[in-house]
């Protein structure tokens, strides 16, 4: 089904009430996913991209006001709807105090539903064309923001610039928090691709047999629970490009069909025998290190090369601490704007504790720090009483103390790995050449360091 009138995520307990609003939302053109509970919403919206989320108030396992706070934290800009029973419209008004966007009565009348949801819609629109306005970004243009100028920046933009326009197949490497979802979609909008879709699957999230029907497809009966025929994230991608995060998670059956995917161009949906052929270009991305998974019998080689045509390493950030104070003053605008605030300054002691801080969850950490400065700040500058208590207080950077004689062997080690890593860029292999060590152990010290 099309997802040009938008993409719904329906969370219900009864499954009939689920199964029957979603039928009806794709009969008209929705792209439709259900969920029983508030656990399972939140694995689907953090693997698939959703316009609204429609949920019941009262579920057993997590409620309707606790799906949406959870939901919102994650992803502050969807739109949430709340359906409850015809006659609690007070249950709905304290919904809408607590985060909802609207509401729907039970039982649901369609062409309600239908307003509702044509309503929430265009407030989302509208929301995002507010906010690529406010950056200063046209719509008819790339609308991500890679923020930083330092060294390793200014080299991965430069490759991000020189392979966008192929059609090679990219393998993104870098831990966890850098920013490897952001590199694939810059290069998708700055491809011949970018007016065709952007599909993100995450490998992990998902049991084998779910993973091969979410990438393939499958067809009415491949298994139980297989009520029709589903097109798979391959299909919808058809022309753009496809983002397999966490690709060292697929299981080794998988990894057979990907690699016939990647060597032909052309597949089977589940249960299907109908040969299908589709152009898509393949960016993949893991923290894991390949190489190593391939020795380990875990990855197969063959596929590790397909894959591995181009390589892009992100730079943790502890390697590029000019660009901390930037990134900090744009999660605060960004988070500002959210929450209807005006801050237009940060401490130089906040600058400096930021600068100094060895961020072992990268940009993501610094981002949900940076929004949390700005939920508690009440005037117009963060202030050091915003951070966390205990900020700062761990280090993964080197000594700068080193004396010979003075020091420990010990911290001389240390010094030399982490002075070479950053050098390296945040690349593992590289640091291990220069030392003259293998890359596993520059892995366990990097662990040992951040206390891991």
């Given at each position: 089904?099309s997802?040009?009138?938008?993409?719904?995520?329906?969370?219900d307990d009864e499954q009939?009430a689920?199964e029957?609003l979603?039928?009806l939302l794709?009969?008209?053109?929705?792209?439709?996913?259900?969920?029983?509970?508030?656990?399972?919403a939140?694995?689907?919206?953090r693997?698939?991209?959703c316009?609204?989320?429609v949920?019941?108030?009262?579920?057993?396992?997590?409620?309707?006001?606790t799906?949406i706070?959870?939901?919102?934290?994650?992803?502050?800009?969807?739109?949430?709807?709340v359906m409850?029973?015809?006659?609690?419209?007070e249950?709905a008004v304290?919904?809408?105090?607590?985060?909802?966007?609207?509401?729907l009565?039970?039982p649901?009348?369609f062409d309600?539903?239908e307003?509702v949801?044509d309503r929430a819609?265009e407030r989302t629109r509208m929301?995002?064309?507010?906010?690529r306005?406010?950056?200063g970004?046209?719509?008819g243009?790339?609308t991500?923001q890679?923020?930083g100028?330092?060294?390793?920046?200014q080299k991965?933009k430069?490759?991000?610039?020189?392979?966008?326009?192929?059609?090679a197949t990219?393998?993104i490497?870098?831990?966890?928090?850098?920013?490897k979802e952001?590199?694939a979609?810059?290069?998708?909008?700055?491809s011949d691709?970018?007016e065709?879709p952007?599909?993100?699957?995450?490998c992990?999230?998902?049991?084998?047999t779910?993973?091969?029907s979410?990438l393939?497809g499958?067809?009415?009966?491949a298994?139980t629970g297989?009520?029709?025929q589903?097109t798979?994230r391959?299909e919808?991608?058809n022309?753009?490009?496809l983002?397999l995060?966490e690709i060292?998670?697929i299981?080794?059956?998988?990894?057979?069909?990907?690699?016939?995917?990647?060597?032909e161009?052309?597949f089977?949906?589940?249960?299907?025998?109908?040969?299908?052929?589709?152009?898509v270009?393949?960016?993949?991305?893991?923290n894991?290190?390949?190489?190593?998974?391939?020795r380990?019998?875990?990855?197969?080689?063959?596929l590790?090369?397909?894959?591995n045509?181009?390589?892009?390493?992100?730079?943790?950030l502890?390697?590029?601490?000019?660009?901390i104070a930037?990134?900090?003053?744009?999660?605060v605008?960004k988070?500002?704007r959210?929450?209807?605030k005006?801050i237009?300054e940060?401490?130089p002691?906040?600058?400096?504790a930021?600068s100094?801080?060895?961020w072992p969850?990268n940009?993501?950490e610094?981002?949900?720090?940076?929004?949390r400065?700005v939920?508690?700040?009440?005037?117009?500058r963060i202030?050091?009483?915003?951070?966390?208590d205990?900020?700062g207080?761990?280090?993964?950077?080197?000594?700068?103390?080193i004396r010979?004689?003075?020091?420990?062997?010990?911290?001389?080690?240390?010094y030399?790995?982490?002075k070479?890593?950053?050098a390296a860029g945040g690349s593992?292999?590289e640091t291990?050449e220069v030392?003259?060590?293998s890359?596993?152990?520059v892995?366990?010290?990097?662990?040992?360091y951040r206390?891991?």
């Amino acid at each position: 089904m099309s997802a040009d009138r938008g993409r719904i995520l329906i969370v219900d307990d009864e499954q009939h009430a689920r199964e029957a609003l979603a039928v009806l939302l794709e009969e008209d053109g929705y792209d439709v996913r259900d969920a029983p509970d508030g656990f399972k919403a939140l694995g689907v919206l953090r693997d698939w991209e959703c316009d609204i989320l429609v949920t019941d108030l009262r579920m057993p396992v997590m409620d309707g006001l606790t799906l949406i706070k959870k939901a919102r934290e994650e992803f502050p800009e969807l739109t949430c709807l709340v359906m409850t029973a015809f006659g609690s419209v007070e249950n709905a008004v304290e919904a809408m105090k607590s985060g909802a966007d609207d509401y729907l009565t039970k039982p649901l009348n369609f062409d309600a539903v239908e307003i509702v949801i044509d309503r929430a819609l265009e407030r989302t629109r509208m929301r995002r064309e507010l906010d690529r306005l406010r950056n200063g970004v046209s719509l008819g243009g790339a609308t991500t923001q890679m923020v930083g100028n330092s060294p390793p920046m200014q080299k991965l933009k430069g490759m991000i610039d020189q392979v966008a326009t192929s059609r090679a197949t990219v393998l993104i490497t870098g831990e966890s928090g850098t920013g490897k979802e952001l590199v694939a979609r810059l290069i998708h909008e700055r491809s011949d691709r970018s007016e065709k879709p952007f599909v993100r699957l995450h490998c992990s999230a998902l049991a084998e047999t779910l993973l091969e029907s979410e990438l393939f497809g499958h067809e009415k009966g491949a298994f139980t629970g297989a009520a029709s025929q589903r097109t798979g994230r391959f299909e919808e991608a058809n022309g753009g490009t496809l983002f397999l995060d966490e690709i060292g998670e697929i299981p080794m059956a998988t990894q057979v069909k990907l690699l016939r995917f990647l060597q032909e161009r052309e597949f089977e949906r589940v249960g299907g025998n109908q040969t299908i052929s589709v152009d898509v270009r393949i960016i993949a991305a893991t923290n894991r290190d390949l190489e190593q998974e391939v020795r380990d019998g875990n990855f197969r080689e063959d596929l590790y090369y397909r894959l591995n045509v181009i390589h892009l390493n992100t730079p943790p950030l502890r390697v590029r601490r000019g660009d901390i104070a930037p990134l900090a003053s744009h999660f605060v605008a960004k988070y500002a704007r959210q929450n209807g605030k005006e801050i237009d300054e940060i401490s130089p002691e906040v600058i400096e504790a930021l600068s100094q801080y060895d961020w072992p969850g990268n940009v993501r950490e610094l981002e949900n720090t940076i929004e949390r400065a700005v939920v508690l700040a009440n005037g117009t500058r963060i202030e050091m009483s915003h951070l966390p208590d205990n900020f700062g207080q761990t280090s993964f950077a080197p000594n700068s103390e080193i004396r010979i004689p003075g020091s420990t062997l010990e911290d001389i080690e240390r010094y030399a790995i982490l002075k070479t890593y950053e050098a390296a860029g945040g690349s593992t292999s590289e640091t291990a050449e220069v030392l003259d060590i293998s890359v596993r152990k520059v892995q366990y010290k990097l662990k040992d360091y951040r206390g891991e």
